[in-house]
Nanobody, 127 residues
Framework: QVQLVESGGGLVQAGGSLRLSCAAS????????MGWFRQAPGKEREFVAA?????NYADSVKGRFTISRDNAKNTVYLQMNSLKPEDTAVYYC???????????????????????WGQGTQVTVSS
């Protein structure tokens, strides 16, 4: 079992920045791919970014968001720059185990199939 707790959400003006954090506990953090997803009101939850030994981004955030991880601190981050009103959503941290060291470093980071989820943190971008 993995427990995930997000923090860092808030209200920001368009063009501003926020950094989300997700602290993980319960298992060996480095065995997991970590992802960020978001859900806006009235919309389905969507993939934002993910990281193992590689990274993967949704097209809508490429060049603006950066995902990173600190395995010593069991924490994954999402640095969000040049925020737009359409980035407004509840942001969720998620985790899924990676099958092998090879997959961790060389396979594309999954965008689905995440088994563990945090409670979410609200990000609101005003225009």
């Amino acid at each position: 079992q993995v427990q995930l707790v997000e923090s860092g959400g808030g209200l920001v003006q368009a063009g501003g920045s926020l950094r989300l954090s997700c602290a993980a506990s319960g298992r060996t953090f480095s065995n997991y791919a970590m992802g960020w997803f978001r859900q806006a009101p009235g919309k389905e939850r969507e993939f934002v970014a993910a990281i193992s030994g590689r990274t993967n981004y949704a097209d809508s955030v490429k060049g603006r968001f950066t995902i990173s991880r600190d395995n010593a601190k069991n924490t994954v981050y999402l640095q969000m720059n040049s925020l737009k009103p359409e980035d407004t959503a509840v942001y969720y941290c998620a985790a899924r185990i990676v099958g092998s060291t090879y997959d961790y470093y060389y396979s594309p980071v999954p965008t689905a199939g995440y088994a563990y989820w945090g409670q979410g943190t609200q990000v609101t971008v005003s225009s």
